[in-house]
């Protein structure tokens, strides 16, 4: 059971994985922005509440050298901002038109899952949604569901 499972995780993993790479290099394209500085706005996304050049490195497996021309860069167009930090002057927060960009890749991804499940037939949809929704109450995948927006 545990190698069908893992093997089957995997495989659809892959799938998603091999599908999403045209959706996520046209989000990219649209954005004008590299791999490197959408993994970097990524984790500024997630940071809390700011990365520093070394985490920043750390968190894509890149050399600093690479994650720092990718941070002026964002820094330069807007994404990220630099701020002043008694500890780390080197301390950088996502900025408001980085928000964005992050949610326009992540849309973008989310589009290609949901055309894939509304072209499953209801009987195996009702199904997955059966088998996930114990997966989604989970505390690591429960705090990356879309929050419900206020006066919704």
């Known amino acids: 059971m545990r190698s069908d499972l893992g093997a089957g995780s995997s495989a659809i993993a892959a799938f998603f994985g091999k599908e ?12 004008d922005l ?8 990524h984790h500024a996304a997630e940071a809390d509440p700011e990365l520093s050049g070394k985490e920043a490195a750390e968190s894509v497996v890149m050399s600093m050298a690479a994650v720092s021309r990718a941070v002026d860069s ?3 167009r807007g994404y990220l901002e630099r701020r002043e930090d008694l ?3 080197r301390m ?3 900025t408001e038109c980085g928000r ?6 992540e849309a973008v991804h ?16 009702e199904r997955l949604a059966a088998a996930l929704a114990p997966l989604m109450e989970r505390p690591e995948i ?4 879309p929050r419900p927006q206020s006066g919704a």
């Open 20 to 31: 999403g790479v045209a959706g996520i290099f046209s989000a990219v394209d649209a954005l």
């Open 100 to 105: 964005r960009a992050i949610r326009y890749s």
């Open 110 to 125: 989310r589009d290609m899952i949901d055309r894939f499940v509304e072209a499953l037939p209801s009987a195996e949809r």
């Open 87 to 89: 500890v780390d002057r």
């Open 92 to 94: 950088k927060g996502i």
């Open 142 to 145: 429960a705090s990356r569901l």
């Open 74 to 76: 964002l820094v330069r």
């Open 34 to 41: 590299t791999m490197t500085q959408v993994r970097v706005l």
